[in-house]
């Protein structure tokens, strides 16, 4: 007797009888099918969650549905036609990652022609891992092992559940010291509304921050940013504008949760920076400060540079960005923060950089800092053709500063002709008096000198302090 093949509704009857979360992604990323015990696992019901294109990125900014197909996805390599593992995750109501294994099975006659995956998942739920402050000894980057991209992909995922989605600071990864106090500095300015001041080289984020304290509190509805380039405009034009906003009050109710963010405001003229520092300080002056600047204004104070009391009135709490060549260690994580950025908003997947690209990376000096190390990560981004960007995806202007670094250009010594003439001078002398057995007559006579010349110039050499034979 032949048996009968399974229908499709019956096949679908018995994934839904397993224990274990199933689901089924397409090669478009796309869920097409999600067991029960899946859909029990995340909370979701089918009609939410079918249809949903998971990207291998881990963004705080998309929510609800969206969020938790992100959480599914599954590592490019199995798109790719690899069977991998990897962890999967959703963020709960209460802030909480719920954290399992999945084992992800790519469907199709080879791997150059996969149709879709099967993720099976682990019964359980991982345990609760701690936040990454650098005691994670499983994801530090202190360890002895380089870590790969999956490692990075989840140390950013974890990274933005518990702190970037809190503080939405999401770009300040990294486990460095100078990190981890820049962390803690944010933290302290979110909680109040006291004026800040973030130091920083350009390109480091310096306005992210500022950004990221302003709408940091979700308590009650947040004011207006309102940003003043104070490089570009005019002494006329900064004074008017502070002095309508203090006086007039344009934003009405909001102005007590609104700030004033006056980036470079080291570069503030120096005819309005007493009557700002007057304004700022009064108490008709609601709006909240947030200055970004190069260098800390109270060092630029002590040396008389900015006006002390507006130095001080902008600085009740200093957050200090490191430039990005002083936190290598960063980088690696940094990178795959912006890949991932790129997966996000792209049609192609790629899951991380080759180990030699890293190490290219590692050897630019980054004049850009942060600011460039995104571009370079987006035009690498484009170019990849593979599920990993390697040397050759880097743009043109990373293997010329390492092409010019292995072969350093010759420093050409500065000759100073009067001391050459001298230190040549000096030596005819010297051996003038050696032939003649210190008798200067006979040494000047060598020389086709007088001896009074020959004197002078000794004395003039410091080769003579008087007297002479």
């Not at 998942?121 to 980057?141: I, M, V």
Request: proline content about 7%.
């Amino acid at each position: 007797m032949v048996r009968q093949r399974p229908s499709a509704a019956e096949l679908a009857r018995l994934l839904n009888s397993a224990n274990q979360p199933i689901y089924v992604i397409d090669d478009e990323q796309t869920i097409v099918f999600c067991n029960q015990a899946c859909l029990n696992w995340i909370g979701r019901t089918a009609e939410e969650l079918l249809g949903r294109r998971c990207a291998y990125h881990s963004s705080p900014e998309v929510d609800g549905a969206d969020a938790v197909a992100a959480g599914l996805c599954p590592p490019p390599a199995a798109l790719a036609g690899e069977p991998v593992s990897a962890n999967v995750a959703w963020i709960a109501d209460d802030g909480r990652p719920r954290e399992r294994r999945a084992t992800f099975l790519p469907l199709g006659i080879s791997p150059e022609d996969v149709i879709g995956v099967v993720a099976v998942l682990e019964p359980r739920d991982l345990p609760a891992t701690k936040p990454l402050n650098g005691t994670d000894t499983q994801s530090s980057l202190s360890s002895s092992e380089e870590p790969d991209a999956a490692e990075l992909h989840e140390r950013i995922r974890r990274f933005r559940s518990r702190i970037a989605a809190r503080y939405r600071v999401e770009r300040l990864v990294g486990d460095s010291p100078a990190m981890r106090r820049a962390r803690s500095q944010v933290e302290l300015a979110a909680c109040n509304r006291a004026s800040v001041e973030v130091v920083g080289p350009p390109g480091s984020g310096r306005h992210h921050v500022a950004a990221a304290i302003h709408y940091a509190d979700d308590s009650e509805p947040t004011g207006s940013l309102i940003p003043l380039a104070c490089s570009a405009l005019g002494a006329e034009l900064i004074h008017s504008t502070i002095t309508a906003l203090a006086t007039r009050n344009p934003l009405g109710k909001q102005a007590a949760r609104s700030t004033l963010l006056l980036n470079d405001a080291d570069q503030l003229p120096p005819e309005v920076q007493s009557e700002l520092a007057e304004v700022f300080a009064s108490k008709t002056f609601v709006l909240r400060l947030i200055s970004t600047v190069r260098k800390p204004l109270a060092e630029l104070a002590r040396r008389d540079e900015y006006r002390h009391d507006l130095a001080a009135v902008l600085s009740t709490i200093v957050i200090e960005l490191p430039p990005l060549a002083q936190r290598r260690a960063d980088l690696p994580l940094l990178a795959q923060l912006f890949l991932e950025e790129a997966n996000a908003r792209g049609e192609k997947q790629v899951g991380g950089f080759s180990p030699e690209a890293l190490d290219r990376l590692d050897a630019y000096s980054w004049p850009g800092d942060v600011d460039e190390l995104i571009r370079v990560v987006d035009e690498s981004y484009e170019r990849a053709e593979g599920r990993q960007i390697g040397v050759g995806d880097l743009p043109r202007r990373i293997h010329l500063a390492a092409d010019a670094s292995a072969h350093p250009r010759r420093v050409e010594e500065t000759i100073v002709l009067d001391e050459f003439l001298s230190s040549i001078e000096e030596e005819l002398i010297r051996r003038a008096l050696g032939r003649a057995k210190g008798n200067k007559t006979r040494a000047a006579k060598s020389l086709g000198i007088t001896r009074p010349r020959l004197y002078r110039r000794l004395v003039q050499l410091g080769l003579e302090e008087g007297g002479g034979r």
